[in-house]
């Protein structure tokens, strides 16, 4: 079985934790790396066309998602929110792909920072795990 | 008439709870446990696409969903509940097919245990009651 | 003219009293009551779904909804409200069918009381009205 | 080219002034009366539906929409803008056709007074205008 | 490859700010102004249909979007919001297009100056920045 990841580019420091929370769960589950495709976009914002990309090839098990999404003084974050997760779930309805959640909505860059830490509290590596989980259950369905 | 449950694994001491009440209404209204199909997912999130894939077999008078979203120090509960609940609907109204609520969303781990207990007021009951009233509500209609 | 009443069952000393009211705002138009189709589900979340099931009848010339969402000590309320509204404009969208709102959403009970008793205030008798309204307007365009 | 306007009854003698101010903008742009619907609806809840009848007539080069939410004590307008702002942007997506916003929503009487004065601030009246510039763009398109 | 830029007028102080960033970007990357269509609508609620518009005709590689939603004294400016941000994700997933973000939502007049001045910090450069990234993604995949 083939994986997907979408990763957002911005607040890098943080996406690159998650990805490779999201990399250490495919490790442990001896995917081999390569039967894992990276897809990079600049913003949360763009994450879920990506997602749709990669849905409609019928080629991955699972999209996992990551992204950091950290409030700021504007309501900027808070609107993106409000687009980008139903607009996941309409991805995994419509393609009948799980779309797992590696999308971290923090308060503040100490949230975002303990969240992709290199340990199993990392989202990267729940929404891998979570990814895995559910092709595991779409296999015997 | 067959159900299923759709149980999100993730706050497991809570959504138990929750799926042995919803499993007591069952039960009580002496649907026999073979006919009940138990889905886990990893966590509320995954609900929906769960759900999908049972409703689209055709084969369920209705789907019962158990999960519990606690609210934690980031916005992570909400941005998942305002995705999720739509979503639910949406698989309802695609498939004609009831899909009650045995997902809780609280604010506090003390009021997810009370909702969960073994009484009338567990929302997993709740939810299985809803289920069974609606497949009832379908068949004649 | 057939129309139908989507009553919730929760909170049902209020949900009587505003489908009273509905039915006083048809008797006063002269509808007679076995024009009146009634069907009751378990809660609020599943009004949509009844709502659907009457529309693609296309027996009815407009849908009611009655019923009673209070604030309660988690967001359970909120987060039925917001899928639930714009279910109910999916559902007038695609079988281009009224969809009156006899639903109220209340912050304490009293609220909930004072728009359900014996008057021109009640909920469930302007939501009665409005569908008497737009069937009239549906007929005329 | 045709124009229509959606009104709703709801909080009249803010609705009349708005619909005074839309109509206004069309007689600036010498739109003579004879081109314009006017439809009345019950309330803001209703407007959607009112739309997607008339987008679907094909007849009109833009709509607007008229219609006055004033917070009250419960959430019931909240709600009522939740649904009918995403269903508007719906008709115009679905019929390719500007569905223009001369709907207020207001914390206060007062605010409500203020947008629907006999002035260039007249919210009906830039939803006219909006209109207006809309159908232009369309044409040239 | 063509870009199109969809510029809300309203506010109009701070969208040329940020339509003079998207250019910038574009020219940085050597899009000449040829392959540039830029699409002018009253304000940000007509943003969503005009992109729309746009992506039908399957021509741009990517669409921009320029607007300025401000707070105001009532809740005009989030329920626009509530809606546009939602539709424009619709637009990129029917289309397959990438519509990326130069909308700003702010509290103050002062935080859409600080966002629309001629920096690197301005959200239509921004914007136009990620148009051109997604539009290669596309090319590549």
Not at 7 to 30: D, M, P
Not at 65 to 76: R, Y
Not at 90 to 102: F, R
């Amino acid at each position: 079985m083939h994986y997907a990841i979408v990763v957002a580019n911005f607040n890098q420091e943080i996406t690159e934790g998650l990805l490779h929370g999201a990399l250490k769960a495919f490790k442990e589950a001896r995917v081999p790396a390569s039967r894992i495709k990276i897809v990079r976009v600049p913003g949360a914002w763009e994450i879920p066309l990506a997602a749709h990309l990669l849905a409609r090839t019928k080629k991955y098990a699972a999209i996992v998602t990551v992204g950091a999404v950290v409030k700021g003084a504007t309501t900027h974050d808070y609107w993106i929110n409000h687009a980008i997760f139903p607009a996941l779930q309409e991805v995994a309805e419509e393609y009948m792909i799980p779309v797992t959640l590696g999308i971290i909505t923090c308060n503040t860059w100490k949230q975002a920072e303990a969240r992709s830490r290199n340990n199993h509290d990392n989202r990267g590596y729940c929404a891998a795990k979570a990814a895995l989980n559910m092709a595991e259950l779409f296999e015997k369905t």
